[in-house]
């Protein structure tokens, strides 16, 4: 009987603390959902500095634009305030 006891799993003992369980391995199908993961990420990322880069050299172009409709308006009012307004002559 005392063979029994000892063979047996050891009580635990008190102040020490439970023995850690193994991690639960990652299957094939989480390793794969990970990569594709990463990879989204890695592609969203390239995406947005690319945007990045974009957007100064898209407002540049839009603010030249404004300019050139600025100075078109300006030619315009120029033009009507040296020409004299036609008379109406309800005769």
């Known amino acids: ?3 029994i006891l000892l ?12 023995a ?8 094939e199908a989480d390793s794969r959902d990970l990569l594709e993961a990463a990879k ?11 945007n990045i880069a974009v957007v ?9 634009k404004l ?4 100075d078109k308006i300006a030619r ?3 033009a009507m305030q040296a020409k004299p307004p036609a008379r109406r002559d309800g005769r």
Do not use: C, F, N, Y
Not at 7 to 14: I, M, S, V, Y
Not at 56 to 64: H, R
């Open 20 to 27: 850690a369980k193994p991690a639960p391995a990652t299957s």
């Open 1 to 3: 009987m005392t063979v």
């Open 67 to 70: 300019d050139k409709i600025e």
């Open 40 to 50: 989204a990420t890695a592609k969203s990322a390239r995406t947005t500095a690319e």
């Open 76 to 78: 315009l009012e120029t």
């Open 7 to 18: 063979a047996g799993p050891a009580p635990a003992r008190a102040g020490e603390p439970p």
């Open 56 to 64: 100064p050299d898209l407002l540049v172009q839009i603010l030249t």
